[in-house]
Each structure stands twice: as C-alpha cells, then as structure tokens.
C-alpha cells in the first residue's frame, strides 16, 4: 500500500476505485466498505484508494472540545488499512480552509481531476464538502456530470449491529473490551513507550512496564486491571495491565502499567503494543500493600485463564 500525504503527490489512475472518510477504528462497518472497495477494483481491473483527513475533523473544527478521543493515530488506522489490500492510501490534511471546500469543488478537483475516479464506493450516511452538503443524492443526481459511478452500501450492510466509532468509544469508556472487539473486528490496541516508573509493582512481585503514549487525542479505556496480550519485537506475551490512579498509595497520576508474564528483559525506552483482551475487575483501593499484594495474586491467575 502507497501512502500519501497530500493531494498534490498523487497522479491519477486509469481506473480509480475510492472511497473517503475518516475511518476511526476501521470497525467492522467500514469493513464493508473496504471489502466491496477492492472487490470492485479486482473485477474492473482497477486500483483501489482510500481518502482520508487527519487531523480528525472535529479537532480542527471544535479545537476547544478537549474531551474528543481517538480509536487510532494514523498510523495505527495505515496498518489496519494495509490488511485490506488497499493499494493507495491519500492522507488529506485537514484545516478549516479545507472544511470551506464546496461538494461541487470536491468532487471535480480531486476526485476528477487528481484521482481519476471511475467508481465511488461511500456508506449510507457519508457527507463531504462545506457544511456536510455532499450526499448519495447529491452524486446520484448529478451522476451525468462526473466521470464516474457511485455506490452506496445500503445501512442494513453496515449497521446491522449498530457499530459505529462513537458506540466503540462508549464500550471502552465503560471498559467493555469484549463489545469493542466484536464492533472493531479485532482487539483494541495502544501503542506507547516503556518509561521508568517507582518500582512498587517489583516490589509486591509483579514488576510492571510503565507506558506513556506519544498521541494525546488517543482513547484510553477505562480506569480497571484487564488481561491483555502484548506486542514486543514481533513476540506477544500474555500479561495483565493496569489502568488508574493507584488509590491503595494515594495516587493522584493516571498510570498504565503492564506486568508482563514470563518477560524479565529491560525495554526502557521502547515500544510495545497492549491488546485490550478481557476484564478483570475494576480498580480499587487496598487497606494496605499486602491486600493489594494478594489481589495481583488472583488477577495473574484470573488473566492466565482467561487467555489460556
């Protein structure tokens, strides 16, 4: 897959089979999406591309909405593009300026113009354009103007679960990892670096990896103990993560901290990957150290099971 950033690096194809949007999570809807996208692209004998704008949209148009949270950095949402078979991903900055760009103005200077569209593929509730005025009707239309065909994958295709990112988000806020994994298609991940931490995990028995994520806008679930598997130099590992403030020590810092099983290297500084499994418990505070102590006991055991 070919990833561009920016319009303007982009030639057009002889037969472009596209499709827009912002593909957060690129849950199981947009699946539908991408699936009947390089469908298209193999019967036509064509080269599929996806558009998509980063910044999110709503971080450049509510800058002062400091609450909006992400499923994926882009290069997180690359990767899980990749697995489809995508053969060109176009990645839009997105600025207010962009947001005064007319459906009209959209339509026949880069889908035209730039792409070479032949085929539109959009989900049934898809708007672009100044004000979100593009639309299927629009296109369908004013289908005798453009060079091309759109499609629209009809709603029963793509909700018929009800997913949608702003579900997916709920999920994880409520740290219901396993819906969000049936609405993703896939566990939910995070990726950050390995930072030093106060060594009181070591201390109790269950030394911990401290992660710090480098994108702030990424979505962290829920304040819990989760069993998880995680991602270090193409080996996974199965452990148990920590999410919270640490009440039993009168924390204040929101942690998140893995105890990796059978894992004594040094990895200071580097990145790994944590795949939101199951849930445990919920956080909860300790009378003393040796409660918590016989807790950890429990949840390695609860975490073994659950990922045997």
Known sequence: MKIYH?????????????????????????????????????????????????????????????????????????????????????????????????????????????????????????????????SFEELKNNAHLYSFEVEEIPRQDIDHAGVSSTRIRKALAEADVLQAKQLLGSSYSITGRVIAGDKIGRMLGFPTANIELDYPYKLIPADAIYAVTVMHERALYKGMLYIGTRPTINGTKRNIEVNIFDFDKSIYGETITINFEYLIRSDAAFSDLESLKKQLALDKIKALELLT
């Open 6 to 134: 920016g319009i303007e690096d982009f030639s057009p194809l002889p037969y472009a089979v596209v499709t827009t949007g912002t593909f957060d999570g690129v849950h199981v809807g947009h699946q539908k999406i991408l699936n009947r996208l390089t469908s298209l692209a193999k019967i036509h004998e064509g080269e599929s591309v996806v558009i998509t704008y980063w910044p999110h949209p709503r971080l450049v148009l509510k800058p002062e909405d400091t609450s909006i949270r992400l499923l994926n950095t882009f290069e997180e949402k690359a990767e899980l593009l990749k697995k489809f078979g995508i053969n060109h991903l176009i990645r839009i900055p997105f600025t207010k300026e962009f947001s005064n760009v007319s459906s009209h103005e959209y339509i026949n200077e880069i889908l035209v113009k730039k792409i070479g569209t032949k085929k539109l593929v959009i989900g049934y509730d898809h708007r672009f354009g100044k004000n979100r005025e593009g």
